[in-house]
């Protein structure tokens, strides 16, 4: 059983950076591709980033994040990072970490099989 655990969020204003964490635990981490998804209020929830499994050469954003949004990994702390520049009132949402076994990495939500309970990330304007 794969369990992931979200850290990091926040308030913070627009303009500030900030890094959520992903710890990953019962299960080696190399062996996932691994993204990011987020859910405002009344929304549903949307892709935000994905990072390949292994040692993660592969990253994919969506449009909205580009340029701003960074995701990494660490296998040796089996542990996920987003890595949030140039925050906007727009990035306010519940940011959810997932594991996919299946792909080398997916940015659909039903390509993965593993999902943590979200951390609160609040932009104020």
């Known amino acids: 059983q794969v369990q992931l655990v979200e850290s990091g969020g926040g308030l913070v204003q627009a303009g500030d950076s900030l890094r959520v964490a992903c710890a990953v635990s019962?299960?080696?981490?190399?062996?996932?591709?691994m993204g990011w998804f987020r859910q405002a209020p009344g929304k549903e929830r949307e892709f935000v980033a994905a990072i390949s499994f292994g040692d993660g050469t592969m990253t994919r954003y969506a449009e909205s994040v580009k340029g701003r949004f960074t995701i990494s990994r660490d296998n040796a702390k089996n542990t996920v990072y987003l890595h949030m520049n140039s925050l906007k009132p727009e990035d306010t949402a519940v940011y959810y970490c997932a594991a996919a076994s299946r792909h080398s990495i997916a940015t659909r939500r039903e390509s993965y099989d593993y999902w943590g309970q979200g951390t609160q990330v609040t932009v104020s304007s």
């Open positions: 019962g299960r080696t981490l190399s062996s996932y591709a």
